[in-house]
Nanobody, 128 residues
Framework: QVQLVESGGGLVQAGGSLRLSCAAS??????????MAWFRQAPGKEREFVAT????????RYADSVKGRFTISRDNAKNTLYLQMNSLRPEDTAVYYC???????????????????WGQGTLVTVSE
């Protein structure tokens, strides 16, 4: 059983910053081989890929819309995934989800169906 719990969402003005966290737990295992990712879903839109990280090797990939502004990272000792979001824009407003997969290939994993485990989401609202 894998559980993912996001936190850190809130209301911020455009140009501001937020850091999201995702606490991961798994009965009887670790996340050393998991690919982890952040997705987001804006009101009235489909869920979209934001960023992904290889849990073991720290390789990262980003959606073009957040590249240079967002940073994904993880703390192996704490089993926690992070998303540092800087220079936030109103179009970044969305529910942000943490996702995990023990089997997907890091270099191709960017679609919802490639991730088996999901958190409940945390809302980020960016005002003008």
């Amino acid at each position: 059983q894998v559980q993912l719990v996001e936190s850190g969402g809130g209301l911020v003005q455009a140009g501001g910053s937020l850091r999201l966290s995702c606490a991961a737990s798994a009965s009887g295992g670790t996340f050393s081989s998991y690919v982890m990712a952040w997705f987001r879903q804006a009101p009235g839109k489909e869920r979209e890929f934001v960023a992904t990280i290889s849990w073991r090797f720290t390789n990262t990939r980003y959606a073009d819309s957040v590249k240079g502004r967002f940073t994904i990272s993880r703390d192996n000792a704490k089993n926690t995934l992070y998303l540092q979001m800087n220079s936030l824009r109103p179009e970044d407003t969305a529910v942000y989800y943490c996702a995990a997969s023990p089997s997907s290939n890091f270099f191709t994993a960017q679609f919802e169906h490639q991730f088996e485990y999901w958190g409940q989401g945390t809302l980020v609202t960016v005002s003008e």
